[in-house]
C-alpha cells in the first residue's frame, strides 16, 4: 500500500524546487470527499487516489496532473461536485478531472463499448494529453487491485487494459507503464498461457539471476576502479507478457531466446555512457555487429542507450545496456517524462501533435458506423511504427509493413494516384514492397495518370491510403 507519505517523499525529492502546495491540498480535499468509502480489497478509498497521484509523481508529471491524479474520482463517487472542485482548484485541475470523468461512463456492453471507449480516449487525447496519463496511472492501480472484483468483471476489465490502455501506453512511449499492464492483464486474461510461461521460466530466472548478479558484481569493481560513477546497476528481466510473445515467434523455444536478463547501468551523463562502454568492453570481449550506439544514431522512435553483448568469463553472452538517467526516464516514461519542459495541452491541435493522434482523429470523425471504426483503428493503433525517409531528408511515420503506395498516399493523394514507380535508397523497388525504418523513399509519378489501380486495394495497409484510393475510384 502507497501512503501520502511515500508520495510526499517523492515530491520533496524531485520537486524540490515546486510549490506543491495544491497537491496537499488536493490530498486533504479528497481525503475529505471519500471519507468512509472502501475499495472492494477493504482499503480506504484515497489509498487509489494516492496510488495515482503516487504513479504520476514518478512519472514526473506535471504538479496540477498529480493533484489530478488525487482527486479524479471525487465528482464520480462522492458528494462533491466538478463544480466544487473547480472553485477550489481552478479550472486547470477542473477540466483534468473532468476529462477522466467523462472517460469513465459507459453505457454499451460487448463491441459497442469498446468502440465507444476508444472514441472517448481519443477525444481526451487531442483535448489534453495529461488526461490519458492520468487515465493510465488510474488503470494500473485498478489492476494492482483486481484481485478484490468478481470474476466476469475482473476479464472484462484485463482484456479492456489489454486491448485499449496498453497499446496505447505503447504509442505514447510509456513503456513502463505498459509492461506493467500488460503483466498484469495476462493472469487474468490468457492464464493458462500465463501459468505455461511462468513455470517454463522459472528455472532459467534462477541461475540467469545468479549469473548476472556475478556480472554485475564485477563491472561495479571495474567502475570503481576508474572513478567513474553510476546511478544504478541493475538485471532487467524480461517481462512474462513480451517474453510469451517472443517465445511464440521462435517456436516455443527459451534456448532461442537471448535477452532473458539484462545488465542495464545509469550514470550521470551522455559522457559517462561511452566510459562505461569503454571499461565494459577491455573486460569483456563485445560480440561482432552487437554493439549498436543508439545515442549517436537514436532510434526513430526517439529511443536512446548503447547496447551491447559480451563474452563473458562464464563461458555465456550478457546483453548490456548503458544510458544516462535522462534517457532512461525517456525510455521508461515516454512522452510523459517531457510534461514538464513541453506543453501537453492542446496536442491534438497542434502542429507537432503525434501524426497517428490527428489520423485517429480523422477517423474519429469520418467513421460513424463502429464495427467499420475499430477496423480502422486496429489497422492503425495496434502495428508498430516504421520511420522513413523522403529524399528531402523529411521523417514520415508508417505502420509495420507499410508500402510505397502507403507512404506516396500518406504524402499527397495526387502523388498516391499518379504513383507509377518507386525506388527505395535509389534502388527500382515493385509498389507492393515492405518498407523498413530508415529507408529512403522516392515515388516516381507520371502527371498524365489520373486514376489509381484498383488493384492497389490488395495492395496498401493504412486505412488513410485505402479510403483515398475508393474515392477516387468512385469518381
Ligand atoms: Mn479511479
Known amino acids: 500500500m502507497i501512503t501520502f507519505e511515500d508520495l510526499k517523499k517523492v515530491l520533496l525529492t524531485d520537486y524540490a524546487d515546486e510549490n506543491i502546495n495544491i497537491i496537499i491540498k488536493a490530498f486533504h480535499f479528497a481525503s475529505e470527499a471519500h471519507r468512509g468509502q472502501k475499495r472492494r480489497t477493504g482499503e480506504d ?3 487509489h487516489s494516492i496510488a495515482t497521484a503516487h504513479t504520476l509523481a514518478k512519472m514526473k508529471m506535471d504538479v496540477p496532473t498529480i493533484a489530478a491524479g488525487l482527486l479524479h474520482d471525487v465528482p464520480e463517487d462522492t458528494d ?15 477540466g483534468l478531472v473532468k476529462g477522466i470523468t467523462k472517460l469513465s461512463t459507459l453505457k454499451y456492453r460487448g463491441l459497442e463499448r469498446y468502440a465507444e471507449n476508444l472514441r472517448k480516449m481519443f477525444l481526451a487525447m487531442s483535448k489534453d494529453l495529461r488526461v490519458i496519463i492520468i487515465k493510465l496511472a488510474d488503470r494500473l492501480h485498478n489492476m494492482q487491485t483486481l484481485e478484490g472484483v468478481r470474476p466476469e468483471k475482473r476479464l472484462r476489465i484485463a482484456q479492456e487494459t489489454l486491448e485499449i490502455f496498453a497499446p496505447i501506453a505503447n504509442r505514447l512511449g510509456m513503456f513502463e507503464i505498459k509492461t506493467k499492464l500488460e503483466d498484469l492483464a495476462f493472469i487474468y486474461v490468457y492464464p493458462d498461457e500465463y501459468n505455461w510461461v511462468k513455470n517454463l521460466v522459472q528455472d532459467r530466472l534462477k541461475t540467469e539471476t545468479k549469473y548476472i ?14 572513478n567513474v560513477s553510476y546511478i544504478q546497476i541493475r538485471g532487467r528481466i524480461k517481462s512474462l507478457y513480451s517474453l510469451y510473445h517472443k517465445l511464440l515467434r521462435k517456436g516455443k523455444d527459451l534456448n532461442k531466446v537471448y535477452d532473458l536478463i539484462a545488465l542495464r547501468i545509469i550514470v550521470p551523463d551522455v559522457t559517462d555512457c561511452y566510459s562505461v562502454l569503454g571499461i565494459i568492453h577491455k573486460r569483456w570481449t563485445p560480440l561482432k555487429g552487437r554493439v549498436k550506439d543508439y545515442i549517436a544514431q537514436p532510434k526513430p522512435n526517439g529511443y536512446r542507450s548503447l547496447h551491447t553483448s559480451v563474452f563473458t568469463e562464464f563461458g555465456k553472452i550478457a546483453e548490456i545496456q548503458i544510458r544516462s538517467q535522462e534517457m532512461n526516464e525517456e525510455a521508461e516514461f515516454g512522452i510523459a517524462a517531457h510534461s514538464r519542459y513541453k506543453d501537453l495541452k492542446n496536442i491534438g491541435n497542434k502542429k507537432n501533435a503525434p501524426i497517428w493522434v490527428k489520423h485517429l482523429l480523422d477517423i474519429q470523425k469520418t467513421i460513424t458506423d463502429n464495427v467499420e471504426f475499430i477496423k480502422h483503428i486496429k489497422n492503425d493503433l495496434f502495428l508498430n511504427s516504421i520511420f522513413v525517409f523522403t529524399p528531402k531528408g523529411d521523417v514520415i511515420e508508417l505502420p509495420e509493413n507499410a508500402t510505397p ?5 500518406h504524402i499527397h493523394t495526387d502523388i498516391g494516384s499518379q504513383c507509377v514507380g518507386a525506388k527505395v535508397n535509389d534502388q527500382m523497388v515493385s509498389l507492393d514492397a515492405q518498407l523498413k525504418s530508415g529507408d529512403v523513399v522516392d515515388i516516381i509519378t507520371d502527371k498524365n495518370r489520373k486514376t489509381p489501380n484498383p488493384d492497389w486495394l490488395k495492395i496498401v495497409i493504412t486505412s488513410m491510403a485505402r479510403d483515398k484510393i475508393k474515392s477516387k475510384l468512385r469518381k
Open 405 to 409: 503506395l502507403d507512404f506516396a498516399y
Open 45 to 47: 478509498y484515497i489509498y
Open 80 to 94: 462533491f461536485t466538478l463544480e466544487d472542485v473547480k472553485n477550489v482548484f481552478g479550472k486547470e485541475i477542473a
Open 213 to 226: 548478479e556475478k556480472i554485475k558484481k564485477i563491472a561495479q569493481r571495474d567502475l570503481a576502479k576508474h
